[in-house]
Each structure stands twice: as C-alpha cells, then as structure tokens.
Nanobody, 118 residues
Framework: QVQLVESGGGLVQAGGSLRLSCAVS????????MGWYRHSLGKEREFVAA???????NYADSVKGRFTISIDGARNTLYLIMNDLKPEDTAVYYC????????????WGQGTQVTVSS
C-alpha cells in the first residue's frame, strides 16, 4: 500500500523558512517522479517542484531561487526547503508521486498547511 505522509507545515512570518517532509512507503522511489503541489483558496492546484532520479529538478517560476526540493533515498523521504516565504505562498502543500512508466498513475499525500503572515 502506497503512503505519502507530509509534515512540517505551520505558521511563519514573511521572509521566514520552513522545511516540509514527505515520508514515502510502498513504492520504489527510482520508479517515480516525486513532487510538491499546492492549493490555496480560490485557486487551482498548482505545481511547485519535482525531482527525478534524485538529481533532476524542476521548479515553478514563482518559487525558483527560494525553494529547494531534495530526496533522501536512505530515509525514503522527500523534502521541500522553503526560504524567503511570502504571503502568496500560503496554501496546503501536497506531496505527489507519478509513476514514470504510466504517467496517469499518481499518488497523493493528505497535505500540510503552510501559512505565511505579512
């Protein structure tokens, strides 16, 4: 059974930092593209960052230079380090896994709330 469990969200002031974690079980990380998405009120869910092969990364323009995605294969954990947070980063952040050999196969975590105050 695939499980993605996020943690690390919270309330932070603008300019602050947070580290999100996603504990992964039930799948082989080498077979998946791992990523973070976010959903804020009144907006559609949007892509934040992704990583494949534990090396190749991709970021949304809105977070480039501020957020860093990484993966610890030994701990089966995905991370998102968020620096210089802005109020517009406020959202529920979701961990996602997309099977590389069947792009329609997606798994999602339950989400973790990030709130950035001005």
């Amino acid at each position: 059974q695939v499980q993605l469990v996020e943690s690390g969200g919270g309330l932070v002031q603008a300019g602050g930092s947070l580290r999100l974690s996603c504990a992964v079980s039930g799948l082989s990380l080498s077979d998946y593209a791992m990523g973070w998405y976010r959903h804020s009120l009144g907006k559609e869910r949007e892509f934040v960052a992704a990583i494949t092969d534990s090396i190749t990364t991709n970021y949304a323009d809105s977070v480039k230079g501020r957020f860093t995605i990484s993966i610890d294969g030994a701990r089966n954990t995905l991370y998102l380090i968020m620096n210089d947070l802005k109020p517009e980063d406020t959202a529920v952040y979701y961990c996602a896994a997309r099977y590389l050999f069947s792009p329609t196969t997606f798994y999602w975590g339950q989400g973790t709330q990030v709130t950035v105050s001005s």
